[in-house]
């Protein structure tokens, strides 16, 4: 239903753009995310979106470097990562709610993404 892409190894400071195209179940109407997993660490929040596109949340720790954004017509979210820090390496996933719900409990994961932030 929904698949990553995107991932790789970048330098400290550089870009990356993940990509998540989902299908079946899952349409413009469904809130969109992306969440992250560093080692040790528990699973966050990074970025999302409401259905459509319309408003968008970041986490604290990426504003102003993350950008989500939507291709309704090919179903696909992406997360545009500029200015990337080490701290960012992690495993990133795509995850997507059920219609109505709550991208905090999404109902979606896609597989997951590595990133890597060399410094």
């Known amino acids: 239903q929904l698949q990553a892409s995107g991932g790789g190894l970048v330098q400290a400071g550089g870009s990356l753009r993940l990509s998540c195209a989902a299908s079946g179940s899952i349409s413009r109407l469904n809130d969109m995310g992306w969440y992250r997993q560093a080692p040790g660490k528990q699973r966050e929040l990074v970025a999302s979106?409401?259905?459509?596109?319309?408003?968008?949340y970041y986490a604290e720790f990426v504003k102003g470097r993350f950008t989500i954004s939507r291709d309704n017509a090919k179903n696909t979210v992406y997360l545009q990562m500029n200015s990337l820090k080490p701290e960012d390496t992690a495993v990133y996933y795509c995850?997507?709610?059920?219609?109505?719900?709550?991208?905090?409990?999404?109902?979606?994961w896609g597989p997951g993404t590595l990133v890597t932030v060399s410094s």
């Open positions: 979106s409401t259905g459509g596109g319309t408003t968008t």
């Open positions: 995850a997507a709610t059920s219609l109505f719900g709550n991208i905090g409990n999404p109902r979606y």
